[in-house]
């Protein structure tokens, strides 16, 4: 598939708006609800994430996507690891639910928590808000991701701490690092590609296409410090930049 084209062609626009837009909300609305119903019982978690993964993998189908995941074998060598991924759309969270095949948490802005179904699902199943705008709620949350990870959670993040608006990769904050070394948990570069192109940010027209999901090698961080966070936080964007300038993926 080619690069998503300034202006897209008449019918991925009547496309979107006719039929997968339609078809987006009612997966939601339906997977939420679900979600709520299960979290009732489902202490840990397991039954909202499988019932997430599911509304992912069809939120993927409804955009004409496929999802393609790379390196998978370095997802074998740990249990529990801090993932970082670069931030290009709102289809981020759907890839990386679809292709990573275990329970994790993510840690997200404050502000998807407001959202009908996502927000209440967010909220029961455990998931952590983030206020980038308060630096003593950011560092009490990243303290409660420390915790998670101890306690034997993996965990997403995106350390650009939102979505790029031109598809180039953004200067990464230091909160990935600063978990991986606080729990001593490897630290996992994930690179995503063709998930711009599907749905860049200030849009709402899908361009289907191929998505990879590409996991780096993992950074060990055991007796690393607090103080080496910036160190730790160039070395996992340099590794994530190499993987999306990688020809052939």
Not at 129 to 139: F, G, R
Not at 170 to 184: D, E, H, K, S, T
Not at 185 to 197: F, R, S
């Amino acid at each position: 598939m080619s690069a998503r084209p300034e202006t897209l062609p008449r019918l991925d626009r009547w496309r979107t708006n006719l039929l997968q837009t339609p078809l987006f909300c009612l997966a939601t609305i339906l997977c939420g609800s679900m979600a709520l119903l299960v979290s009732l019982f489902d202490r840990k978690g397991r039954a909202q994430h499988g019932i997430a993964r599911f509304w992912a993998q069809t939120v993927v189908r409804v955009a004409f996507a496929r999802v393609k995941l790379v390196g998978a074998e370095h997802l074998e060598k740990h249990t529990v690891a801090v993932y970082a991924s670069n931030h290009t759309s709102y289809m981020d969270i759907p890839a990386i639910f679809s292709a990573l095949p275990f329970q994790f948490r993510i840690l997200a802005k404050k502000e998807l928590w407001k959202w009908p179904f996502i927000g209440w699902y967010l909220d029961r199943s455990g998931q952590m808000p983030i206020d980038t705008a308060n630096p003593h709620e950011t560092l009490a949350s990243l303290g409660g991701a420390v915790k998670a990870l101890r306690a034997g959670m993996p965990l997403v993040v995106f350390p650009e701490g939102g979505r790029t608006p031109t598809g180039a990769l953004m200067p990464f904050q230091a909160g990935a690092a600063y978990m991986a070394i606080r729990a001593q948990a490897p630290l996992v570069p994930i690179a995503l590609k063709g998930v711009y192109d599907l749905l860049p940010m200030h849009t709402r027209h899908i361009y289907p296409g191929k998505l990879t999901v590409q996991i780096g090698e993992p950074i060990e961080t055991k007796g690393m410090t607090p103080r080496q966070s910036a160190e730790l936080t160039e070395r996992l964007r340099a590794a994530i930049e190499a993987m999306l300038t990688e020809p052939g993926q």
